[in-house]
């Protein structure tokens, strides 16, 4: 018997995104900056509100600081840079004139007619042309973004499948929205429309998923699903300019029930600074998966005024140095746990997690720039593991850079280009920006146009990079398949998901 269930789109009122279009334009003529006001970012505190209608644009991984960085740097022939956007030209879907092929309906999960394959191809297709444009100037590429997002809104209804549904949802829900806000300005660019799509077909099936877990029980998914769903949530949230959702976000970060909050995906910190990453027991890759989904969440919410970075005594930090050191072959504390499984009324069984799993120190992932960067640059913290790795990585490239198979598109990408930061042009804040409305006063380099210059880990259903298949059973109708490590046991029985106290912070 199956628990999942196919989500059906819910109408959405989109008088917000209309108000917001509208003032936006308003502002520009004017040529005000509209500043948060007492619904501003709370920094640091125990709750993080967002002023309705006060998102940065663009905000999500990329500000107009970062792209007008890019732009400079590429222009200027800056060593990383240069690296990272020759990764960035070299890659088959940054070429002007992708055609795209959108579908009516979305599958993803053994048992269906999968083709959400064409949908994460066309994804990294307008983002890469959109930042591409940002950097050149080269308005084809920018044309080529829009155009391939409005195939998309005037065409996709409904995302269906297995379990793998929710996967779909937050991982391309992500990547959508953030191929979106680079190009939001645009002309042509049907943006109304974008966001109804975002509204309406992938932000349900995560805000779902939080919610319900699939009618599963909370710890029967790792915490990738879980970060996939927030992340999601977060950033449609802050394309539609909707407080609520990425209000939600930011809570579940801190405080939610189910394995990808930031206590439950970070469960023990150890006294010499490092902090175990839960799904090290299970595999490298899911791992590596985890770490960039989380700094993609922390980044984008950064970008609006709100610091996850720092939460909970730069908790994240610790857990990104566990998996950097692990990854690179370093011995890795690992603190034995036990999860249950299955649903109510369906199965249940038990899944052991006991020391940390084996892992291939090439395995590379586009996910160690960003973080990096932020802990040791913004923030001028130390984090020797985060700096090695990163420079082993480099220069990170993106979709279609890491194998043909979901996996090698899980994120973005081109972080040597995008977050390298120098100690030259490294003057920020150490707190999170003061959410603005940075696209009201555009400068030359407006998010209207680009500043001017010269003309994974493995996704839950596919394996790491060299492989193919699933690394595991997913859904609650079977038992997860162990991933060749020796480290995973399954057992009958009713036992929650435990921890060993020693070590845990409170």
Request: glycine share 12%; with cysteine; hydrophobic share 40%.
């Amino acid at each position: 018997m199956r628990t999942d269930r196919t989500l059906r789109s819910q109408p959405v009122n989109q008088d917000s995104s209309g108000r917001s279009i509208s003032r936006r334009e308003a502002l520009r003529g004017a040529g005000a900056v509209a500043v948060a006001g007492a619904g501003a970012a709370v920094l640091g505190g125990a709750s993080t509100a967002v002023a309705a209608d006060a998102f940065a644009h663009p905000g999500l991984l990329h500000t107009r600081a970062d792209l007008d960085r890019m732009a400079a740097k590429v222009k200027a022939g800056t060593g990383q840079w240069k690296a990272g956007f020759a990764k960035l030209t070299a890659n088959s879907h940054a070429r002007s004139g992708w055609q795209a092929n959108p579908q009516r309906t979305v599958y993803r999960g053994s048992g269906t007619p999968e083709n959400y394959g064409t949908l994460y191809n066309d994804i990294h297709a307008a983002y890469q042309n959109a930042l591409r444009w940002h950097i050149t100037g080269e308005t084809a590429h920018a044309d080529t973004a829009v155009a391939i997002l409005n195939a998309w809104s005037g065409r996709l209804t409904a995302l269906d499948g297995s379990a793998d549904r929710f996967l779909a949802a937050g991982l391309y829900g992500y990547q959508f929205a953030n191929a979106a806000e680079l190009v939001r300005d645009h002309d042509g660019f049907e943006l109304a429309r974008f966001q109804k799509m975002m509204l309406n077909v992938f932000a349900p099936v995560s805000e779902d998923f939080l919610t319900n877990h699939n009618g599963a029980y909370l710890t029967n998914y790792w915490a990738n699903w879980d970060l996939t769903a927030l992340a999601c949530v977060l950033a449609v949230g802050i394309l539609c300019d909707d407080r609520a959702k990425v209000r939600r976000a930011v809570t579940y970060f801190k405080s939610g029930q189910g394995m990808g909050s930031v206590r439950n995906a970070i469960p023990v910190v150890h006294a010499d600074g490092l902090a175990e990453w839960v799904e090290a027991g299970r595999d490298q890759g899911h791992a590596l998966l985890g770490v960039g989904l989380m700094g993609t969440v922390c980044e984008m919410a950064w970008n609006q005024g709100i610091d996850l970075y720092g939460h909970d005594d730069n908790r994240f930090l610790k857990g990104a140095q566990y998996v950097a050191k692990w990854s690179m072959g370093g011995d890795v504390p690992y603190t034995a746990n036990t999860r249950k499984k299955g649903a109510p009324g369906v199965w249940s069984g038990t899944e052991s997690a006991t020391r940390a799993a084996d892992v291939d120190p090439t395995m590379t992932r586009p996910i160690w720039a960003m973080i990096s960067n932020h802990y040791t640059k913004r923030r001028g913290l130390s984090a020797p593991y985060l700096t090695r790795i990163a420079a082993k990585a480099a220069p990170e490239g993106g979709g279609g850079d890491y194998g043909p198979n979901s996996g090698g598109y899980d994120q973005l990408g081109f972080g040597t280009l995008a977050f390298t930061r120098e100690a030259g042009d490294t003057a920020e804040s150490t707190k999170a920006p003061t959410p603005t409305r940075t696209d009201a006063a555009p400068s030359a380099a407006s998010s209207a146009g680009p500043a001017t210059s010269p003309s994974a880990s493995a996704s839950e259903g596919s394996r790491s990079q060299g492989g193919s298949g699933d690394l595991a059973v997913t859904g609650t109708g079977g038992v997860a398949a162990v991933a060749g490590t020796g480290v995973l046991a399954i057992a009958g029985g009713l036992i929650a998901l435990r921890r060993r106290q020693a070590g845990t912070r409170p």
